[in-house]
Nanobody, 114 residues
């Protein structure tokens, strides 16, 4: 299983970014997918998740600003981030679970300047 995350970068407060995570080695349409983030000195936290049926859930602090979506034809999950704040600065990871194994992408850095 490989998860390849991309799309991070430097953005000003109030700006937008779209993260992508391309998956291989799994039947993508059958898997729930998640986006996590880890800020310096903090624990990794779940930002958003999407089920195989495209039901979504969000961390409270990103509701209304972030949107998770998936394209099963492209084996890709997205995280559209808008109205970004400095506290959104973190390394963002995509994630999936297959049986008892948890798989992580390599992470993509999002930096929001004030």
């Amino acid at each position: 299983v490989q998860l390849q995350a991309s799309g991070g970068g430097l953005v000003q407060t109030g700006g937008s970014l779209r993260l992508s995570c391309a998956a291989s080695g799994i039947i993508f349409s059958s898997n729930s997918m998640g986006w996590y983030r880890q800020a310096p000195g903090k624990q990794r936290e779940l930002v958003a998740s999407i089920t195989r049926g495209s039901s979504t859930s969000y961390l409270g602090s990103v509701k209304g600003r972030f949107t998770i979506s998936r394209d099963n034809a492209k084996n890709t999950v997205y995280l559209q981030m808008s109205s970004l704040k400095p506290e959104d600065t973190a390394v963002y990871y995509c994630n999936t679970i297959l049986g008892r194994e948890v798989f992580w992408g390599q992470g993509t850095l999002v930096t929001v300047s004030s």
